[in-house]
């Protein structure tokens, strides 16, 4: 009887051997790089557990296919899906033009309150790369996923909104604006950075990573990003003091434990470009952890390949997800790269703590690129490549399991 994930007192998740997990299958290429994915999971936990294990994957509509269908964008119950099973992957989604959700995977992260976006950037031998020694990236992002500029706290300029507003901080803080200005707000959290910076520690003492970095704007922007770097270090001294140490309070000499440093962002960009080998596990803002999500990305093979995930630790709940767009020009062409959404499905078998399938699938990916079997994107990059189609390329990796 397939059977729904729980969550346990101690917040880890009781998973049975036959889970219940929801899919999205995205728009555009999703009807591509979906079926090509779920081939390669169902065939990895089969070899790993011996056919004792299944996945029961159950589909839930949302995007553009779900509003051409139902008039819905993001029905009920998909949502009361994911809260139900716990667990659930999704494709790329077209984000609606004009009113009503500003973009569904916003929509779905706030409705489930999944405050941690996890993104590994790690180099896969044979993977063509602008820098020259890619194999040196091995970095994993904790972004905020609910608060900063990203909050949706907004007034667009020259409206009665933004007029109150210019005129309350003139009159309450003296503070001048111009007339003409769209304002946002930039709110950052104690509880917010807390527990975001809390997860980005636990997963480094877990998986024995040798440093957290927490990358901020704090010389600019003191009570917000600052505020962030300074709630991480009193986490450190009040949480995790017997796994890690900040650097202020061991000179950068952590003895065993696991360092913890801050980085300027402007510089993290810099830093992580330049000597992207001493660095290990990233905290960050909201905004500043989009931007560099996608810049380290392109260091080890882009979008195409970097999977995400979006997640809340106390409630167990998980979203997890391509992080490339639905691509329409090559939507149903049996073309495009699947590895975004397979590399996703590693980091939702690392949640549920099936290691072993997610190491299976990695190493199966490794010796296909070596192999040098690639989708056109990466054969357009590397010679002597082996150009196959989406579905080949899972089958491909499914020989080498
Ligand atoms: P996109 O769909 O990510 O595509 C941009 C380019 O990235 C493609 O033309 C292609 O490059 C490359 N690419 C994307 N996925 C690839 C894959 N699996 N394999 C190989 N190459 C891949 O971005 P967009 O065109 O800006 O957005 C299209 C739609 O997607 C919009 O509606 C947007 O709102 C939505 N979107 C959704 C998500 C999400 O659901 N997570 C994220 C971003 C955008 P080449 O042309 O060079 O081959």
Not at 88 to 111: D, E, M, W
Not at 179 to 189: E, L, M, N, T, W
Request: hydrophobic fraction near 40%; charge should be negative; aromatic fraction near 10%.
């Amino acid at each position: 009887m397939p059977t729904a994930l729980t969550l346990n007192d101690d917040l880890t998740l009781n998973v049975p051997t036959d889970p219940i997990i929801p899919f999205i299958e995205g728009d555009g290429i999703g009807i591509d790089i979906w079926p090509a994915a779920q081939a390669v999971f169902d065939a990895a936990v089969e070899k790993c557990f011996d056919g004792k294990n299944k996945v029961n994957w159950l589909q839930v509509a949302a995007g553009e296919k779900s509003f051409n269908d139902t008039g819905e964008w993001l029905p009920d119950a998909t949502i009361e899906a994911f809260k139900k099973y716990l667990v659930g992957i999704k494709g790329p989604l077209t984000t609606p033009v004009g009113g009503g959700i500003r973009s569904l995977n916003v929509a779905i992260r706030q409705i489930l309150d999944l405050y941690v976006c996890l993104r590994p950037v790690k180099y896969f031998n044979g993977v063509p790369s602008p820098v020259n020694n890619p194999q040196d990236v091995d970095m994993v992002i904790f972004r905020e996923n609910t608060e900063d500029i990203y909050a949706g706290l907004e007034v667009e300029f020259n409206t009665s909104e933004s007029a109150q507003l210019i005129e309350y901080l003139h009159d309450q803080f003296g503070w001048e604006i111009r007339a003409d200005s769209g304002i946002g707000i930039k709110p950052v959290s104690e509880t917010g950075s807390k527990r975001l910076i809390r997860a980005a520690l636990k997963f480094a003492v877990d998986r024995n990573r040798r440093n957290v970095s927490l990358v901020h704007k704090g010389n600019i922007q003191k009570y917000t990003e600052g505020a962030f770097m300074r709630w991480g270090y009193d986490l450190v001294r009040d949480e995790f003091s017997d796994t890690c140490i900040s650097w202020e309070d061991c000179g950068g000499d952590p003895g065993g434990k696991i360092l913890v440093q801050d980085m300027i962002a402007d510089n993290a960009f810099q830093q992580t470009l330049l000597r992207p080998g001493d660095y290990d596990v990233l905290a960050t803002c909201n905004l500043n952890g989009d931007y560099l999500s996608d810049a380290l990305a392109a260091q080890v093979g882009g979008i195409g390949i970097a999977p995400g995930g979006n997640i809340n630790y106390v409630t167990g709940h998980g979203v997890f997800e391509a992080t490339h767009g639905t691509a329409p020009k090559y939507a149903g062409q049996n073309k495009v790269n699947p590895g975004s959404v397979i590399l996703s499905g590693v980091l939702m078998f690392e949640h549920l703590g099936w290691f072993d399938v997610a190491s299976m699938i990695i190493s199966s990916l490794e010796k296909t690129i070596e192999d040098k079997i690639v989708t056109y994107d990466f054969a357009r990059a590397m010679e002597g490549a082996t150009e196959v189609s989406t579905s080949d390329f899972a089958k491909a990796m499914i020989d080498r399991m």
